[in-house]
């Protein structure tokens, strides 16, 4: 599926002389991909839509060059970092360019408190390097492997880290973003502080960032850990509890007991009876952690450090959370899609028990702890089995008859999804720096053709 031309992309391949290109079948395929499958919604409306090309840059001026050629060529030209954002973010619904940035992944300096970065380099290479200095990023997704820093901020909300530090949305998480305007004559544009907010979760449709300014705090050696309860509501209320007590941790993630047989590897570790909780808490504060469990009658299942957690054929507890909750259900059985959801402030267990006995075997529950806005935000990823999208709309409007707010998955634009209206602030800047809307159309609802330059 595309709109491209062959004169329009010869002319476009000249113009990017000299810079890496693929066009072949399986090039195209493979980066016109992310993790759009989780919803079946999504399969069924965007497994044709493929690339007519795909562009590796590997410096700013090369990324110019592209962006200017796409303008002259009236190319589409949506950007790629690890490609896995689970909404068909990256997908090109109107053919054209995929640039991927995986190539800009220079760590540019590690100073006290800030990482400058490109925008290209993975997530887990980039902590890496600031843990060699003694500090730490403050959130990442738990795809910190693969995505890409860029595409989190452009594409992700928060995730491991964000129960101590907020959303990546919330003040001074991000110090600043450079990025390039699609227009004839390219430009760089640095935004600052609260301005940032408007590339952040625009999913790249208006600007290329290129490179991000974090905040770092000192490192901690988390300890990974899962500790078991007799029951969800218990393990929910031990969730509750660790917060009233301040305990310092990095993740906390409460999955009941139904999805044992999906964390394989884990085995007796979180066995079919009982509900988990998987964290990473501060060593001085492993035993206070520990003392909580007994308390609420529960048993550290295991507490290991990162070093040691491959050695005994483990997963770290940030790929035990989050989305990859779903992802290890996905692996085992293909019929589950999912749900977002945030639960109303202050949050009430009881709630969530009750939400659990409606749906039955229908929905199996899941619920991270966070911090959002200065205070504890409760969120849900539950696994639902698909039953059409009749079903889906369904169970959303129910569960948002229950005071929550539904992130719907299963739709490729930013309003839909999470954002819920148009942010005026990111289309006044796209108007800036993509002024001709080439930029991953079809993904915000705040862009009609005819607001183009033409
Ligand atoms: C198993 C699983 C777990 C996940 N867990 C989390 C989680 O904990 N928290 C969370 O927030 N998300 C999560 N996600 C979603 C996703 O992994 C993250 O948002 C991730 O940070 C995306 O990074 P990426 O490099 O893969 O981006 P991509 O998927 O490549 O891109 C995401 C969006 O950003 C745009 N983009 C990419 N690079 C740039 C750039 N340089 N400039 C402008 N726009 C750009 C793309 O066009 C696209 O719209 C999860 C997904 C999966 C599949």
């Given at each position: 599926m595309t709109t491209s031309s062959p004169s329009s992309l010869d002319a476009f391949k000249a113009e990017i002389d000299g810079i890496r290109w693929y066009d072949d079948p399986r090039s195209l395929e493979l980066r016109s991909r992310d993790y759009y499958w989780y919803s079946p919604v999504l399969k069924g409306q965007l497994d044709d839509m493929r690339a007519d090309i795909v562009v590796l840059p590997t410096t700013e001026e090369e990324i110019k060059r592209v962006a200017a050629a796409a303008v002259k060529c009236r190319l589409p030209l949506t950007l790629r970092g690890g490609g896995t954002g689970n909404y068909g973010q990256c997908i090109p619904l109107k053919g054209g360019v995929v640039m991927d940035l995986t190539r800009l992944d220079r760590v540019i300096a590690i100073e006290d408190g800030l990482v400058r970065v490109q925008a290209g380099a993975r997530i887990a290479r980039l902590d890496d390097a600031v843990r060699e200095t003694g500090q730490e990023l403050l959130m990442y997704p738990s795809t910190r492997t693969i995505a890409t820093i860029?595409?989190?901020?452009?594409?992700?909300?928060?995730?491991?880290?964000?129960?101590?530090?907020g959303m990546l949305r919330d003040a001074g998480n991000m110090d600043y973003v450079k990025v390039v305007t699609v227009e004839d004559e390219p430009q760089v544009i640095e935004l600052r502080g609260d301005e940032v907010q408007k590339v952040q979760h625009a999913y790249g449709t208006n600007g290329i960032i290129v490179e991000i300014g974090l905040a770092l705090t000192k490192a901690t050696d988390w300890i990974h850990t899962a500790a078991l309860f007799d029951g969800y509501e218990q393990a929910l209320r031990f969730c509750m509890e660790t917060q009233e007590n301040r305990l310092d941790l990095y993740l906390l993630t409460c999955v009941e007991r139904r999805f044992s047989p999906y964390y394989r590897k884990f085995g007796d570790r979180f066995p079919a009876d009982r509900d988990a909780v998987f964290a990473m808490v501060a060593p001085d504060d492993m035993a206070r952690f520990c003392e909580k469990v007994e308390e609420r009658g529960g048993s550290v299942s295991f507490?290991?450090?990162?070093?040691?957690?491959?050695?005994?054929g483990l997963q770290p507890a940030y790929e035990c959370g989050w989305n990859h909750t779903t992802l290890q259900a996905l692996k085992v059985d293909k019929s589950w899609t999912y749900l977002q959801v945030a639960y109303p402030y202050p949050f009430d267990p009881a709630l969530a028990m009750r939400q659990m006995n409606r749906y039955g075997a229908e929905m199996f529950w899941h619920h991270e702890v966070a911090m959002m806005g200065g205070r504890i935000q409760i969120f849900a990823l539950p696994l639902v089995k698909w039953h059409g999208k009749d079903r889906i709309d369904e169970l959303?409007?129910?569960?948002?008859?229950?005071?929550?707010?539904?992130?719907?998955?299963?739709?490729?634009?930013?309003?839909?999804?999470?954002?819920?209206?148009?942010?005026?602030?990111?289309?006044?800047?796209?108007?800036?720096?993509?002024?001709?809307?080439?930029?991953?159309?079809?993904?915000?609802?705040g862009w009609t053709d005819a607001m183009a330059r033409s």
């Open positions: 860029g595409g989190f901020v452009a594409g992700g909300s928060g995730g491991i880290g964000s129960l101590r530090h507490s290991l450090r990162k070093d040691e957690i491959a050695g005994c959303m409007a129910e569960i948002e008859r229950d005071g929550c707010t539904v992130f719907n998955p299963h739709v490729v634009t930013i309003e839909e999804g999470g954002m819920k209206q148009i942010d005026t602030a990111q289309i006044e800047f796209k108007r800036q720096a993509d002024p001709y809307g080439l930029m991953n159309p079809g993904k915000t609802l």
